[in-house]
């Protein structure tokens, strides 16, 4: 490899060199400059960061060469492999590109620094050998390549004592990939989080099966994100594995539980109403996603006796199952709740009684909520932040009235709403009152609002998509 020579850009103020770097690969891959003056820019020994999700927006425009951006990336890819880039922390590449896995491994062999990874193209995970800094592994490639190599190799992990993440996005439900997410946490002793990818599996064959030779035992993870269940997003299947895991779901989680005591974030999916009772000894938990729809029997007596004995510890909340949630009891066993998501139908068990810590909520996020849950709430959720209400159809004039006279909504920044039934003057109304609002999006009805804001003189985003709290802290590559 060689070292960068120098070139125009050599002479730069580092922050002016840093600044250009990051516009320039902030463009959408047709506004890219060509690549050779490409190459010059990013060849360059202060280089910090090596980003390619430019080369992800031809997507978006009509006509656009389809291979173009991706003969682009390959060759860029190509030349920077054979550089040396001493400074270089962080690498982010979108796709399986169509260059070789010896080029990537290059690159990464070339930046001895490097702290975070995160690549959907293969390559020889042997490279990452030479990066003793790294904190950060995301891989999107083929589970069975990645798993191959930590069967042989896993060992070779051992030495990069900074590594807190090694999520591999694209798996398998968990009773295919426990041996290999077993070998990370074996090998792997300071790993927080292995992604989107159950670890309750791998943490009971570790404990019960492996021999524990190599092992200071008992063992302690310190694992402090998970995601504990099947396969994230995706139903049982009725497999002979399925039914023996499904059977011994419950002491698979209190083995799990009892083995990670540092966990503060978990997505777990229920299986068994029983399996709620050991996360009763996860004392640091702070944020929890939870999934009922596939769990028999009535389970909200179990949950609510979870959260009597934890639910003042949660800040953030989701939960998806078949039944209607009663906003107020879960905010009155989670009196330091900031947000929540119900992604089912909300509800309220006595609408006379006081909520008071429905104010501490920063975030609210229901798919489907009746008007009486929908205006006790707003009636106290006085701080709230990021509103994102479902179909609401009954949400006329009226009663979005009679909501601002109780909560002005001064606070809300973000507001996202599927369907509602206000007219233009309501949907005025409401803007008006939101004084801190910056980002909304209506799905139905369609008003423009552009002389609306003009007139308030005011400047507000209106988004196609918008992105919210939980998308972003739940997704495969954050989590």
């Avoid at 992800?56 to 390959?74: A, I, L, N, Q, W």
């Amino acid at each position: 490899m060689r070292r960068c020579s120098e070139n125009p850009f050599s002479y730069l103020p580092c922050e002016v060199y840093h600044d250009l770097v990051d516009y320039t690969l902030s463009l959408p891959c047709h506004e890219l400059p060509e690549l050779s003056k490409l190459c010059l820019l990013l060849i360059n020994y202060r280089l910090h960061r090596i980003d390619l999700s430019c080369f992800e927006d031809y997507k978006r425009v009509p006509g656009y060469d389809f291979d173009k951006p991706r003969k682009t990336c390959s060759l860029l890819i190509r030349e920077l492999s054979k550089y040396t880039f001493p400074n270089v922390q962080s690498i982010y590449v979108p796709f399986r590109f169509s260059f070789t896995s010896k080029e990537l491994g290059d690159l990464i062999q070339g930046c001895p620094n490097l702290k975070t990874l995160h690549t959907a193209a293969y390559f020889d995970l042997s490279a990452i050998e030479n990066c003793k800094r790294l904190r950060s592994i995301r891989i999107h490639s083929y589970f069975h390549l990645i798993s191959d190599f930590l069967e042989k190799r896993a060992y070779s992990l051992m030495h990069l004592e900074d590594l807190n993440v090694l999520s591999v996005c694209n798996a398998e439900p968990c009773f295919r990939t426990y041996e290999c997410v077993a070998n990370i946490l074996i090998h792997c002793r300071n790993v927080f989080s292995v992604g989107m990818i159950d670890s309750s599996m791998a943490i009971n064959y570790i404990i019960n099966e492996r021999s524990h030779a190599d092992l200071d035992f008992p063992f302690a993870f310190r694992l402090r994100r998970c995601f504990w269940g099947y396969d994230y997003g995706k139903q049982l299947e009725r497999s002979e594995d399925a039914i023996i895991y499904k059977t011994n779901y419950t002491n698979i989680i209190r083995t799990a539980s009892t083995a990670c005591p540092l966990v503060e974030e978990l997505v777990m999916q229920v299986f068994q109403k029983e399996s709620l009772k050991p996360l009763g000894l996860l004392r640091r938990l702070s944020s929890l996603d939870i999934n009922f729809t596939q769990c028999d029997g009535n389970f909200l007596p179990d949950f609510f006796s979870l959260l009597s004995e934890i639910g003042h510890n949660l800040k953030h909340l989701s939960l998806e199952g078949n039944v209607t949630f009663p906003v107020n009891a879960l905010c009155n066993y989670c009196i330091n709740l900031e947000s929540l998501q119900i992604k089912d139908l909300a509800g309220v068990e006595d609408p006379i009684e006081p909520c008071t810590s429905l104010k501490k909520l920063k975030r609210f996020y229901v798919n489907s909520v009746n008007q009486e849950c929908l205006q006790f709430m707003l009636k106290y959720c006085t701080n709230v932040r990021e509103l994102f209400l479902g179909n609401v159809q009954y949400l006329d004039d009226i009663k979005m009235r009679k909501i601002l006279h109780n909560n002005s909504l001064a606070k809300l920044e973000l507001l996202s709403i599927d369907a509602c039934n206000l007219s233009e003057q309501g949907l005025y109304l409401l803007v008006k009152s939101a004084t801190n609002l910056k980002n909304f999006y209506l799905g139905s009805p369609r008003y423009s609002l552009q002389s609306m804001i003009r007139e308030m003189k005011r400047t507000i985003n209106y988004v196609d998509i918008p992105t919210d709290f939980f998308y972003q802290k739940l997704h495969n590559c954050t989590f």
